[in-house]
């Protein structure tokens, strides 16, 4: 598996490297012509995730093109409810749509036994990268984390409040827990897979834990991350797991302690003394977080940010990243600009 040399994996064995390991979350995607081009083979996007060629080729494009340190597989987070029974569909210029959820009624429809074929469809791209990828490049697997699969789950579709969810859960916790901890179990069982089949890392994305207060943000966020992390834990000791806890603010320190995730995701609002210093007394891999869309501006504002960001992170165990995804309108050269960037200093 290659594992312990990948210099992606150094920060996780606590070294300090000059040229810190980079790669981008939704690295794979619109703003490559090569992907516009995968993707109109494939027809649907669910079926180009569920196609093990199409899927390993689309993950591999960004590698080709710059050299990242890391791929991540090329899936989705709601392959998750699909697999489990909850069909998704993604609409042309609107994104995800399902059937919503509001009721343990909904929840007991759904079944993790049923899950598992797609899973292992996903492990088989996993295997495909395992082989095709260049032997210096880490491997990332990942899902969503339940409670922001869950937000989609209920809403039917994205939302800017993620209002049903949040309604639900306090209108009928031990209800919403039912699908919270179905949501667990599912992930832990898809990322077991993925690290079976060839995963070096994997990253829990939590697009909105931000829209949570407190102890609603405790027990959705926190605790369902502590359990599939500690679950992995058992089963995979030496992989390490970034969490994303989007707009966490400054509860991603006890987001930190709380889970044990080996990696923090900052998102694109996390100001530079919270990256540099708050997470200093956490035994963590700090990642992020240039704006993506500095990226579409490109230019000398670009270099500066990076600048600033590589200078405030000098020293520290750490992997340059975004704050959130890229953005389709990114100029693909204003990467390669940021990648040259990153590795002419230190
Ligand atoms: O390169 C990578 O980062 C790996 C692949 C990946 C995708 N989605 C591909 C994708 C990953 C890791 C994701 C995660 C994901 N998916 C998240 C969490 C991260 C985030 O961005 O906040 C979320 C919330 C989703 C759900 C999702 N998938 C939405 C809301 C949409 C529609 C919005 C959009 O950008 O179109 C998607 C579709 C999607 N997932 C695309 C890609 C490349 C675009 C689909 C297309 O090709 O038409």
Same mark, same amino acid.
């Given at each position: 598996?290659?594992?312990? @040399? ?87 210029? @609107? ?36 082989? =095709? ?52 179990? *599912?992930?832990?069982?898809?990322? =077991? ?13 939590? #697009? ?16 369902? #991350?502590?359990?599939?992390?500690? *679950?992995?834990? @058992? ?12 707009? *966490? ?28 210093? *708050? ?34 992170? @000098? ?32």
């Amino acid at each position: 598996m290659g594992g312990s @040399e990948l210099r992606f994996l150094a920060p996780f064995r606590g070294e300090v490297l000059d040229v810190p390991p980079i790669w981008l979350m939704r690295q794979a995607g619109r703003y490559l012509p090569e992907y516009r081009a995968t993707r109109a083979e494939a027809g649907d996007f669910l079926k180009l995730c569920y196609t093990p060629k199409l899927a390993a080729e689309v993950t591999l494009q960004p590698i080709r093109r710059y050299g990242f340190d890391a791929a991540i597989l090329f899936s989705d987070i709601l392959v998750v409810p699909d697999a489990l029974g909850q069909a998704v569909r993604f609409v042309e210029g @609107e994104g995800p749509r399902l059937d919503p959820i509001r009721s343990a009624d909904g929840v007991s429809r759904l079944t993790l036994a049923g899950a598992v074929s797609k899973f292992d469809v996903v492990a088989e791209t996993v295997q495909r990268l395992r082989q =095709d990828l260049p032997h210096e490049t880490a491997l990332i697997g990942f899902c969503g984390a339940p409670w922001t699969v869950a937000t989609y789950m209920v809403q039917g579709q994205g939302s800017s409040d993620q209002a049903e969810a949040r309604l639900w859960a306090y209108r009928d916790p031990e209800g919403f827990e039912g699908l919270i901890d179905l949501l667990v179990a *599912a992930s832990i069982d898809y990322l =077991d897979r993925q690290v079976k089949a060839g995963a070096d890392c994997l990253q829990i994305f939590d #697009t909105w834990a931000g829209s949570l207060p407190d102890d609603e943000f405790d027990r959705w966020v926190v605790k369902p #991350t502590k359990t599939i992390r500690e *679950a992995l834990r @058992e089963l995979h000791p030496d992989v390490p797991v970034i969490g994303f806890p989007r707009g *966490a603010g400054a509860t991603a320190v006890w987001y930190v302690s709380e889970t044990g995730v080996n990696g923090i995701g900052c998102d694109t609002a996390t100001p530079p003394f919270v990256m540099s210093e *708050a997470f200093d007394e956490e035994d963590v891999v700090v990642q992020g977080n240039l704006d993506p869309l500095l990226l579409v501006a490109g230019g000398e504002k670009l270099d500066e940010r990076v600048d600033e960001i590589l200078d405030l992170m @000098e020293g520290k165990r750490f992997i340059f990243n975004l704050g959130h995804g890229i953005v389709p309108q990114t100029p693909p050269e204003n990467v390669g600009r940021l990648v040259e960037r990153v590795r002419s200093k230190g």
